[in-house]
């Protein structure tokens, strides 16, 4: 783990790394809804994990466009 990569390189890497997030966010999202009736923990524990990915999303969009916090996804 010792590669050496430039601004534009890490950049890209970063916008996969947001869009991942972004649809990971969705994914657990759409999940925690479908399991509401059914299963409360099962949506209690999508409902934390698309915290965590909101989370991971609004940092990345920090890196990338700073001052921008204040969005929502």
Same mark, same amino acid.
């Given at each position: 783990?010792?590669?050496?990569?430039?601004? %534009? +390189? &890490?950049? !890209?890497?970063?916008?996969?790394?947001?869009?991942? @997030? *972004?649809?990971?966010?969705?994914?657990?999202? $759409?999940?925690? %809804? +479908? &399991?509401? !009736?059914?299963?409360?923990?099962?949506?209690?524990? @999508? *409902?934390?994990?698309?915290?965590?990915?909101? $989370?991971?999303?609004?940092? &990345?969009?920090?890196?990338?466009?700073?001052?921008?916090?204040?969005? *929502?996804?």
């Amino acid at each position: 783990m010792t590669d050496v990569v430039d601004a %534009g +390189e &890490l950049l !890209r890497r970063i916008q996969r790394a947001r869009a991942c @997030a *972004r649809e990971e966010l969705r994914s657990w999202r $759409a999940r925690s %809804g +479908e &399991l509401e !009736r059914d299963d409360p923990d099962g949506a209690r524990e @999508a *409902r934390v994990r698309g915290l965590a990915y909101e $989370a991971v999303l609004r940092i &990345l969009d920090e890196i990338v466009t700073p001052g921008r916090t204040g969005v *929502r996804h």
